[in-house]
């Protein structure tokens, strides 16, 4: 085997691994995100604040800022929950006032979310997506160093 060949088998190895590994957590984020939605119990809520976080470009520089949703909304036992938002964006995606659909766990009121897709499905995706792109690239490269797989008709 020659250095060539040697070094696709170990690069197309390495990047078919660690897009397994991104597949992988991709499929686990979205199963147990849909569990949660499948058992989630949906509240009324309004935007009461949009907490801003600074973001910093790779010098350390301040570069913009993410705004991050709080929600207050009250669950089914009559209890007033405050929750901030994992997701943020920049625009804000909401403004102060603004009612949403919450979806919340009942044992656990302060595990709610904002009842959308971003909040729920683009981390998944995104881990899933490049998981698979990284597979492919890495097979594709995996096979090419297999002159026999080539060449077999």
């Not at 209890?79 to 009612?99: I, M, N, Y």
Request: hydrophobic content about 40%; aromatic content about 14%.
């Amino acid at each position: 085997m020659n250095e060539d060949t040697k070094f696709l088998r170990i690069f197309g190895s390495i990047f078919a691994g660690i897009g397994s590994i991104f597949a992988v957590t991709g499929i686990i984020i979205g199963l147990n995100t849909r569990s949660f939605v499948a058992t989630a119990i949906p509240a009324q809520g309004t935007i009461i604040d949009l907490v801003p976080r600074s973001s910093t470009d790779s010098n350390g520089y301040h570069s913009s800022y993410v705004y991050y949703p709080v929600v207050k909304f009250t669950d089914r036992s009559g209890e007033p929950t405050v929750f901030e938002s994992k997701a943020g964006s920049d625009p804000p995606a909401f403004s102060k006032g603004q009612q949403v659909e919450v979806l919340y766990n009942p044992q656990k009121p302060n595990s709610a979310m904002i009842n959308s897709w971003h909040e729920f499905w683009l981390l998944p995706v995104i881990f899933t997506s490049l998981g698979l792109i990284f597979v492919l690239i890495g097979g594709i490269v995996l096979i090419k160093s297999f002159p026999r797989l080539m060449s077999f008709k």
